[in-house]
C-alpha cells in the first residue's frame, strides 16, 4: 500500500480529506501487520500531521465521513462543474484562478519545449495559444517517454446529441495530434450509460448516439490499428478486467466523497452515485487486457476540458490505494458558445451551437446571427475605435482553428483598428478581407474541412470494437 506521505501535496480541503483518510487506512493496515514501531510512528506523525494541515484550511477539525463541500461562487466569480460552466466575464473563464482552485499546473513555456524535444515536432497550436493550459504529471509522461516506457492515451464522449458540436471536437483534434507524435495506443470511452442516467434518453437512443457519435470521431483520422472505441453499455457485459476495476474504485470512494465532489443529493438516483467509478476505470491498462495484457503499470494521459478534472482528481486520489499509476492529465479551455464566453457551447441550445454535420449555409447563418461580436455600439464608434478581439467570439473561434500564428496575428491587429470588419447586419455579403473576424473560420483546420467526407467514409464502422 503506498504511503500518502510520499504523494504530491494536497491542493484543495478535499483533497486534504481524502489524503487523511487514506493515512488512516494506511495506519490500520501497518497496526494490522506488525510493522515495526519506527514505521507506525512515522505513518501516524503524517496523519497528524494532514489533519492540522485541514484544520488550518477549513477552520474545523476532521470528521471522518464528513468531507467539505466546496463553497459556493459568489456572483462575480466563475463556476466551472462537469455539467454546468458559467462566467460574468465577457472574455470567458479566468483560468489562471481556475488552476489554483483545482490544484494543478500550468503548462509553461518550458514544458511545452520539453514536449517539442521529444517529439521532435513543432507544438500544436492549442499548446502554443494556451487552448490547453494547465496539466497534472505531464513531466512524468515526458520522463517515462524518454526512457522508452509505454504510456496510453485516453478521453472519451458522452453521447448527448446524435451529431457532435465544435466544442466537442477540440480534445479530440488535440489527441489525435498526441497519437500521431507520440505513436501511442488511444482508448475512447462513450459514455452513453451516464447519458441515460442524466438525460431524459431511452437505454436505445442513448446507444443510438453513441453510434453516430462515434462517426465524427472516427473522422477525425486516428490511427485504426491503435484506436479503441467503445460503449459502457457494450463494454461492461464483456470485460472482467474493466468491471473488476470499477468495484475497485467504487469501494474507495464513500458516498459522502461523491457528494462533496460531485454535489450528488439524497435524491440522485444511485446510478449517478456509482458512474464516476465507471468514467475512472479506463485510466487504468488493466481494463483493457485485449490491448495491454493483463500490464497494470501503464501511465495514462488524459486529454480533457478542465470540466472533467473532479472525476480524475477523484481517481488519482484513488490510484495508489489499488496499487495503479495515477493518470496524468491535459486540461482544455472551454469553447465558448456563438451567444459569447460567459458559458461554453451546447448542445442542449442548437442557437449556441455549430454542429458538425451542419452545412457551410447553415454555419454562416449562424455565425451572421449569432455570433457575438467585438464591434462598438454605433457603425461611427467601430470605424473610428476598432473592434475588440478579446470578446468576439468569431476571432476567438480563429484562435481554435487557424493554424498560421502568422496570419492570426495580422487579422487580430486589423480587427483592433478601423479597417476591421463592419458592425454585423450593416452589409449583406461580407469579404473575408474586409470582414476577418467572419471568415469561416471553421475551414481552416485540416481536420475539420474533411470531416464531412470521413465521416460518411467512416459511417458503417462499429462502435464497441477494437478497430481492425
Known amino acids: ?36 514501531e519506527d514505521e507506525i510512528d512515522t505513518a501516524v506523525k503524517m496523519l497528524l500531521s494532514l489533519k492540522m494541515s485541514y484544520k488550518a484550511t477549513v477552520g474545523e477539525d476532521y470528521k471522518a465521513d464528513c ?7 459568489g456572483p462575480e466569480e466563475d463556476f466551472v462543474d462537469p455539467w454546468t460552466v458559467q462566467t460574468s466575464s465577457a472574455k470567458g473563464i479566468d483560468y489562471d484562478k481556475l488552476i489554483v482552485r483545482f490544484g494543478s499546473s500550468k503548462i509553461d513555456k518550458e514544458l511545452i519545449n520539453r514536449i517539442e524535444r521529444a517529439t521532435g515536432q513543432k507544438p500544436h497550436r492549442f499548446l502554443r495559444r494556451g487552448i490547453f493550459f494547465s496539466h497534472r504529471d505531464m513531466n512524468q509522461v515526458l520522463d517515462a517517454y524518454e526512457n522508452k516506457k509505454p504510456f496510453y492515451l485516453y478521453t472519451g464522449r458522452g453521447p448527448s446529441s446524435e451529431a457532435m458540436h465544435l466544442g466537442h471536437l477540440i480534445p479530440f483534434i488535440f489527441t489525435k495530434w498526441l497519437q500521431d507524435v507520440f505513436n501511442v495506443p488511444l482508448v475512447i470511452q462513450m459514455t ?68 462533496g465532489i460531485f454535489g450528488f443529493t439524497d435524491s440522485d438516483c444511485v446510478g449517478k452515485i456509482s458512474f464516476p467509478a465507471i468514467q475512472a476505470a479506463p485510466s487504468f491498462s488493466s481494463s483493457f487486457p485485449q490491448i495491454f495484457r493483463d500490464r497494470t503499470d501503464i501511465q495514462c494521459l488524459i486529454p480533457c476540458a478542465i470540466d472533467q478534472d473532479p472525476y480524475f482528481r477523484m481517481t488519482r486520489d484513488v490510484a495508489p490505494r489499488i496499487g495503479y499509476p495515477k493518470p496524468a492529465l491535459l486540461h482544455s479551455t472551454f469553447f465558448p458558445a456563438l451567444q459569447g464566453a460567459q458559458t461554453k457551447m451546447s448542445a442542449s441550445d442548437p442557437n449556441s451551437s455549430i454542429f458538425l454535420t451542419d452545412s457551410a449555409k447553415q454555419i454562416k447563418t449562424k455565425v451572421n446571427k449569432h455570433a457575438f461580436s467585438g464591434g462598438k455600439d454605433t457603425v461611427e464608434e467601430h470605424r473610428q475605435f476598432g473592434g ?33 470588419y463592419v458592425v454585423q447586419g450593416e452589409a449583406g455579403v461580407l469579404e473575408a478581407d474586409t470582414n476577418p473576424f467572419l471568415t469561416p473560420a471553421l475551414w481552416c483546420d485540416p481536420c475539420w474541412s474533411q470531416h464531412p467526407h470521413q465521416r460518411s467514409a467512416h459511417a458503417v464502422r462499429a462502435v464497441g470494437c477494437p478497430a481492425q
Not at 468531507?67 to 461562487?73: E, G, L
Not at 467503445?230 to 474493466?242: Q, V
Open 388 to 420: 475588440n478581439c478579446d470578446v468576439d467570439v468569431s476571432f476567438m473561434y480563429l484562435t481554435f482553428f487557424l493554424e498560421d500564428d502568422d496570419r492570426l496575428e495580422q487579422i487580430k491587429q486589423l480587427g483592433a483598428h478601423r479597417w476591421s
Open 1 to 36: 500500500m503506498a504511503d500518502v506521505a510520499n504523494s504530491e501535496p494536497p491542493a484543495s480541503p478535499l483533497e486534504l480529506f481524502n489524503s487523511i483518510t487514506a493515512q488512516g487506512e494506511l495506519v490500520r493496515a501497518l497496526k494490522a501487520g506488525e510493522a515495526s
Open 192 to 259: 452513453d450509460d451516464e447519458k441515460y442516467l442524466w438525460k431524459d434518453l431511452t437505454l436505445d437512443q442513448a446507444y443510438g448516439y453513441a453510434v453516430e457519435n462515434a462517426k465524427d470521431i472516427i473522422a477525425c483520422g486516428f490511427d485504426i490499428n491503435k484506436t479503441f472505441i467503445f460503449s459502457d453499455l457494450d463494454y461492461m457485459g464483456m470485460s472482467p478486467g474493466f468491471y473488476r476495476n470499477v468495484v475497485k474504485i467504487q469501494k474507495h470512494v464513500t458516498f459522502n466523497q461523491a457528494k
Open 67 to 73: 468531507p467539505p463541500r466546496n463553497p459556493a461562487p
